[in-house]
């Protein structure tokens, strides 16, 4: 697979601030973000504005980083994990007229360092992750989860803490 040339793909990279040693490769979507050092982002992603990812992160293939998300250093993020940041979505305002970005407010969500997030994981927005946190594969995260815990399922519960 071919990585992007992040200087002269301007399609595929507005306006984000990149790292050194960062690998991104084939259509992703990306912009108003930053994408920290030594970062490797996969096929298929979208980052929001606003949204940034730490040092020594992957991103994997068809994730979904959406304004608001705050990723920190060597986090891994699994195939196809989406993230939320507006708790009740709406199309249209009650006249009628289609919402705007002054119609609702971006809640923000964080993953800290060191955190893993399986694949098909969908995360609410306006929790935490904590430090060395383990999210299982297709759970759909909820509330804050502890540093060194491992949770999973719907909604994700604790299974146990990492030793």
């Not at 984000?16 to 690998?23: A, E, L, S």
């Not at 946190?133 to 299974?159: E, R, Y």
Request: a negative charge; hydrophobic letters at 40%.
């Amino acid at each position: 697979m071919e990585i992007l040339n992040i200087d002269t793909d301007k399609q595929s990279l507005k306006n984000v601030k990149v790292g050194k040693d960062v690998r991104i490769f084939n259509f992703v979507n990306a912009y108003g973000c930053s994408i920290d050092d030594n970062s490797k982002v996969g096929a298929f992603v979208e980052i929001q504005k606003g949204a940034t990812i730490g040092k020594n992160c992957k991103i994997s293939s068809h994730s979904f980083i959406c304004e608001g998300v705050h990723i920190a250093d060597n986090v891994f993020i699994g195939h196809n994990v989406t993230f939320i940041n507006d708790k009740f979505p709406r199309a249209a305002n009650e006249d009628g007229t289609l919402q705007t970005e002054a119609d609702w407010t971006c809640i923000e969500t964080f993953i800290e360092q060191g955190a893993s997030v399986g694949s098909s994981a969908t995360i609410l927005c306006g929790v935490t992750i904590g430090e060395k946190a383990i999210v299982g594969a297709g759970s759909v995260v909820t509330k804050d989860v502890p540093a060194k815990a491992i949770v999973a399922g719907n909604p994700a519960k604790l299974i146990k803490y990492i030793d």
